[in-house]
């Protein structure tokens, strides 16, 4: 699978092992500091390359996007909830590294992510976008996502409850 690069230099590209360290640097950063996530946990490197070995495994993409063979993000899906009745529908999550932000990366990466989704036979998508991130939902409604619904209160992070913004794509 790569994907271009494109005329902004990114390529996209199935995540490897070797590249467990240097995404579990960038995700750690958005785990640790802000309420992006509302998982306090950082990932280790054998973390990651679990996550990318599970997903793989399972049929579901874990991409890299590079820039000048640079990893500046990822993003990878899994199924939405458990059960067979959900196996057409997944959840996503896209990081991307600071220098990345309004380049284009993100929706290179999605493009390639949703369109990996499609073939693997998932009929839709979700974002879970926190409240107090207003350019994820700004982000995921630009590339198409439509919002569907506000949990009030269901996420927890620096002792404040915080609410979860739930977009979702049909592919």
Request: aromatic share 8%; net charge neutral.
């Amino acid at each position: 699978m790569p994907h271009g690069p494109d005329a902004g230099g990114v390529l996209i590209r199935q995540a490897a092992p070797d590249d467990a360290a240097a995404l579990a640097d960038l995700w750690n950063p958005v785990i640790r500091d802000t309420t992006i996530t509302f998982n306090p946990v950082p990932k280790s490197p054998d973390d990651v390359a679990r996550m990318i070995a599970d997903r793989t495994a399972a049929g579901h993409g874990f991409l890299v996007a590079t820039v000048a063979t640079q990893v500046a993000g990822f993003a990878t899906y899994g199924q939405f909830r458990g059960g067979d009745g959900y196996r057409h529908t997944g959840e996503h999550t896209v990081i991307l590294g600071p220098a990345a932000r309004g380049q284009g990366v993100g929706r290179a990466v999605m493009e390639a992510l949703c369109a990996h989704a499609r073939t693997a036979g998932m009929h839709s998508l979700f974002a879970g976008c926190s409240a107090e991130n207003p350019g994820a939902i700004a982000f995921h409604t630009a590339i198409g996502f439509r919002p569907v619904a506000v949990l009030p209160q269901v996420g927890r992070k620096f002792d404040r409850w915080i609410d979860l913004h739930l977009l979702q794509k049909m592919l």
